[in-house]
T-cell receptor
Framework: GAGVSQSPSNKVTEKGKDVELRCDPI?????LYWYRQSLGQGLEFLIY????????KSGLPSDRFSAERTGGSVSTLTIQRTQQEDSAVYLC?????????????FGPGTRLTVL | GENVEQHPSTLSVQEGDSAVIKCTYS??????FPWYKQELGKRPQLIID?????GEKKDQRIAVTLNKTAKHFSLHITETQPEDSAVYFC?????????????FGKGTKLSVKP
């Protein structure tokens, strides 16, 4: 079946602009996660959704970052007033349930470049 | 919160040799430890995981060991092949509740030379 998909695959934007990154999880997966991967760094947890709610937003780097999920499916990560330090690959993952024993399946990522 | 340290950051081995990557975690309540492999330009994929109720798990050429007392776990790859070249990430989490987020190490870039 179809895996996790993300769009766009690449995004180049100017400093100060807003960007929206989209994630389509595997059908039936109730848990959805956003991570950020900077060059040479690990996977930095940003936020997770169980259904449409986001109980843990502790990983969001600043109030310029927000995310929503509608219909228990598609999620959008929005970065307002982008800064150069926001440049990174943004990865989305989904799992069948919130139970961490369930494998997280990753999308291909969106490479964001802020000029 | 949980903190995961991973070493080494880079590892180069000859084809056929073994490779070992080590991780330590800080939260003694962590009970789930997966390993992900990320090939160049591709998405991370789970290769093996271990729960805190066992000390070792094997799957063909890869194995993971866990020492709960010392709070460290390791990935062992035997008879390495060029296709094992990738970045490997360890992670730790506390299963269930609000603590179930995976906290990842910074990764180990493994290069297997033919």
């Amino acid at each position: 079946g179809a895996g996790v998909s993300q769009s766009p695959s690449n995004k180049v934007t100017e400093k100060g602009k807003d960007v929206e990154l989209r994630c389509d999880p595997i059908s039936g997966h109730t848990a959805l996660y956003w991570y950020r991967q900077s060059l040479g760094q690990g996977l930095e947890f940003l936020i997770y959704f169980q259904g449409n709610s986001a109980p843990d937003k502790s990983g969001l780097p600043s109030d310029r970052f927000s995310a929503e999920r509608t219909g228990g499916s598609v999620s959008t990560l929005t970065i307002q007033r982008t800064q150069q330090e926001d440049s990174a690959v943004y990865l989305c993952a989904s799992s069948y349930t919130r139970d961490s024993y369930n494998e997280q399946f990753f999308g291909p990522g969106t490479r964001l470049t802020v000029l | 919160g949980e903190n995961v340290e991973q070493h080494p950051s880079t590892l180069s081995v000859q084809e056929g040799d073994s490779a070992v990557i080590k991780c330590t975690y800080s939260d003694s309540a962590s009970n789930y430890f997966p390993w992900y492999k990320q090939e160049l330009g591709k998405r991370p994929q789970l290769i093996i995981d271990i729960r805190s109720n066992v000390g070792e798990k094997k799957d063909q050429r890869i194995a993971v060991t866990l020492n709960k007392t010392a709070k460290h776990f390791s990935l062992h790859i035997t008879e390495t092949q060029p296709e094992d070249s990738a970045v490997y990430f360890c992670a730790a989490s506390i299963n269930g509740g609000s603590q179930g987020n995976l906290i990842f190490g910074k990764g180990t870039k493994l290069s297997v030379k033919p």
